[in-house]
């Protein structure tokens, strides 16, 4: 009779193959993934400050248009433009580059009182 009671060469080798090729496939992916979130988290804090950069110059009415700044969020460069678009429209927007090293930009309107 024989005995039959442990894991031949062949079956290691092929579990170990297919553990191999799931983390050759799951490490990348758990890479581009925590990237792309810092980049959503970066874009969510830089509309934030965009809105209340915004929402001061509608309010002021001192300000005058265009304006242009740099400011620095999250250790990146941020540069920030205000201009009318039309008679009463306020255009703001905000680029940056990303984690990813894309030029990253994210755009408002708002109505001047």
């Not at 092929?14 to 959503?40: D, G, N, R, V």
């Not at 874009?43 to 620095?72: G, N, S």
């Not at 433009?81 to 309107?109: G, K, P, Y």
Request: net charge negative.
């Amino acid at each position: 009779m024989k005995n039959n009671s442990g894991m031949t060469f062949m079956e290691v080798l092929i579990a170990l193959s297919i553990l191999l090729t799931l983390s050759m496939t799951l490490i990348p992916l758990y890479s581009f993934i925590s990237f792309e979130k810092k980049s959503f988290h970066d874009k969510r804090i830089i509309a934030y400050q965009l809105h209340d950069a915004l929402q001061a110059i509608i309010w002021d009415t001192d300000t005058d248009l265009p304006l242009r700044y740099q400011q620095h969020i999250e250790a990146k460069q941020v540069d920030f433009s205000f201009q009318f678009s039309d008679d009463m429209i306020i255009h703001a927007c905000a680029s940056w580059q990303s984690v990813t090293n894309r030029l990253e930009e994210v755009c408002f309107d708002g109505i001047k009182n």
